[in-house]
Protein backbone atom coordinates (compact mmCIF):
# COMPACT_ATOMS: atom_id res chain seq x y z
CA UNK A 1 0.00 0.00 0.00
CA UNK A 2 1.23 3.50 -0.45
CA UNK A 3 -0.24 6.42 1.29
CA UNK A 4 1.06 10.25 0.32
CA UNK A 5 0.92 13.15 3.04
CA UNK A 6 2.82 15.34 5.28
CA UNK A 7 5.03 13.79 8.18
CA UNK A 8 5.18 14.80 11.69
CA UNK A 9 5.19 13.70 15.32
CA UNK A 10 9.10 12.49 14.45
CA UNK A 11 10.21 10.13 17.12
CA UNK A 12 13.61 8.18 16.46
CA UNK A 13 14.13 5.51 18.85
CA UNK A 14 16.73 3.04 19.90
CA UNK A 15 16.03 -0.61 20.00
CA UNK A 16 17.85 -3.14 22.49
CA UNK A 17 20.46 -3.57 20.12
CA UNK A 18 21.22 -0.15 19.82
CA UNK A 19 19.48 0.54 16.25
CA UNK A 20 17.48 3.42 15.46
CA UNK A 21 13.98 2.61 14.61
CA UNK A 22 11.26 5.14 13.96
CA UNK A 23 7.48 6.16 14.63
CA UNK A 24 5.41 9.15 13.02
CA UNK A 25 2.51 10.36 11.89
CA UNK A 26 1.82 10.82 8.19
CA UNK A 27 -1.21 13.05 7.04
CA UNK A 28 -3.57 14.47 4.23
CA UNK A 29 -6.01 17.21 4.92
CA UNK A 30 -8.88 14.49 5.81
CA UNK A 31 -7.03 11.82 7.76
CA UNK A 32 -3.65 10.25 9.63
CA UNK A 33 -2.05 7.41 9.79
CA UNK A 34 1.06 5.98 12.06
CA UNK A 35 4.08 5.11 10.29
CA UNK A 36 6.19 2.72 11.72
CA UNK A 37 9.94 2.30 10.58
CA UNK A 38 12.53 -0.37 11.30
CA UNK A 39 15.74 -0.08 11.63
CA UNK A 40 16.37 -2.69 8.34
CA UNK A 41 14.38 -0.27 6.54
CA UNK A 42 15.74 2.59 7.56
CA UNK A 43 19.26 1.08 6.54
CA UNK A 44 18.19 0.01 3.40
CA UNK A 45 16.56 3.44 2.46
CA UNK A 46 19.97 4.71 3.53
CA UNK A 47 21.99 3.08 1.39
CA UNK A 48 19.42 4.06 -1.81
CA UNK A 49 20.14 7.03 -1.62
CA UNK A 50 17.09 8.17 0.23
CA UNK A 51 16.28 11.07 2.75
CA UNK A 52 16.30 11.75 6.70
CA UNK A 53 12.89 12.21 7.89
CA UNK A 54 11.62 15.70 8.46
CA UNK A 55 9.36 17.16 10.39
CA UNK A 56 6.30 19.21 7.67
CA UNK A 57 8.14 17.11 4.72
CA UNK A 58 5.82 15.73 1.66
CA UNK A 59 6.08 11.88 1.46
CA UNK A 60 5.31 9.15 -0.01
CA UNK A 61 5.26 5.80 2.28
CA UNK A 62 5.12 2.07 1.31
CA UNK A 63 4.18 -0.77 2.97
CA UNK A 64 1.67 -3.08 4.63
CA UNK A 65 -1.06 -2.20 6.84
CA UNK A 66 -1.04 -3.17 10.61
CA UNK A 67 -3.83 -3.18 12.99
CA UNK A 68 -3.40 -2.44 16.58
CA UNK A 69 -5.99 -1.99 19.43
CA UNK A 70 -8.41 -0.78 16.86
CA UNK A 71 -5.57 1.53 15.46
CA UNK A 72 -4.31 1.45 11.57
CA UNK A 73 -0.37 1.33 11.28
CA UNK A 74 1.77 1.37 8.05
CA UNK A 75 4.79 -0.79 8.64
CA UNK A 76 7.07 1.14 5.94
CA UNK A 77 9.38 -0.81 3.57
CA UNK A 78 9.79 2.28 1.91
CA UNK A 79 9.69 6.14 1.97
CA UNK A 80 10.20 8.92 -0.51
CA UNK A 81 10.65 12.47 -0.54
CA UNK A 82 7.99 14.38 -2.50
CA UNK A 83 9.44 17.32 -4.37
CA UNK A 84 8.08 20.04 -5.93
CA UNK A 85 8.55 20.51 -9.51
Do not use: H, W
Amino acid sequence: MKVCGVMSNIKKVLTKKGETMVFAKLSDSDNEIELIVFPGTIKTIEKNGGYGLAENQLAIAEGRLDKRQDNLQLICENILEVKEA
